[in-house]
């Protein structure tokens, strides 16, 4: 089944510690999001691929970085993580302007 | 400044009865809506949506009502089913957002059977 594949599930960080999270997709969508959400708000977009186009949110930390190496692949690089980055982190993808498929979701806990 | 939000945290209604989701959004260049439904451990699966030419649509169980004038949607489900328990995502977005979803903070729907 074509799908948005993120690996880990949870991952648990130190503090200060470098992390990369991981998205996979077998749908060939062009555009692939990543949302920070915390407990009980709404997901907040960091930053979008369009191709290989890098679109950064105003308000998206430069702690966080994303990588896009191929139409299948997109990771989110926190460099430097703080208590206060502890959430789930979404992944989701879409053709041009249609709907957003998102994948599970990775857990990040920071200690 | 929430531009999308669902002001009821949570609801619980009764298995069979209807259950009506409200959003209320404040940016009048939104023109496309949609609702996300979310179990744990899972990422929000699309459910349905609306675009702003319409007032209504309608899908199966599931209803979306679109009030532009007081810029407020709806998701109406009947009759609701203990399945249909979960959290639901309204979203938001429009061509001078380049299409990218503003989301509410959602709202958790317990189905009682």
């Known amino acids: 089944d074509a799908m948005v594949i993120q690996n880990p599930r949870y991952q648990v960080t130190q503090f200060g510690k470098p992390v990369t999270l991981s998205c996979s997709q077998t749908l060939n969508h062009n555009v692939m999001y990543w949302y920070q959400q915390k407990s009980s708000q709404a997901p907040k977009l960091l930053f979008h691929?369009?191709?290989?186009?890098?679109?950064n949110e105003a308000d998206t930390p430069d702690n966080f970085q994303s990588r896009r190496p191929n139409t299948s692949f997109c990771f989110l690089d926190i460099r430097s993580p703080g208590l206060g980055d502890a959430a789930m982190y979404l992944c989701a993808t879409s053709r041009p302007t249609q709907t957003q498929y998102f994948g599970p979701g990775t857990r990040l806990l920071v200690l | 400044d929430q531009q999308v939000k669902q002001n009821s945290p949570s609801l619980s209604v009764q298995e069979g009865r209807i259950s009506i989701l409200n959003c209320d959004y404040t940016?009048?260049?939104?023109?496309?809506f949609l609702w996300y439904k979310k179990y744990p451990a899972e990422g929000p699966t699309f459910l349905i949506s609306i675009s702003s030419i319409k007032d209504k649509n309608e899908d199966g169980r599931f209803t979306v009502f679109l009030n532009k004038s007081a810029k407020h949607l709806s998701l109406h489900i009947v009759p609701s089913q203990p399945g249909d328990s979960a959290v639901y995502f309204c979203?938001?977005?429009?061509?001078?957002?380049?299409?990218?979803?503003?989301f509410g903070a959602g709202t958790i729907l317990r189905v009682k059977s």
């Open positions: 979203a938001a977005t429009g061509v001078e957002y380049g299409n990218k979803l503003v």
């Open positions: 940016n009048s260049m939104f023109d496309y």
């Open positions: 691929y369009y191709d290989k186009d890098f679109n």
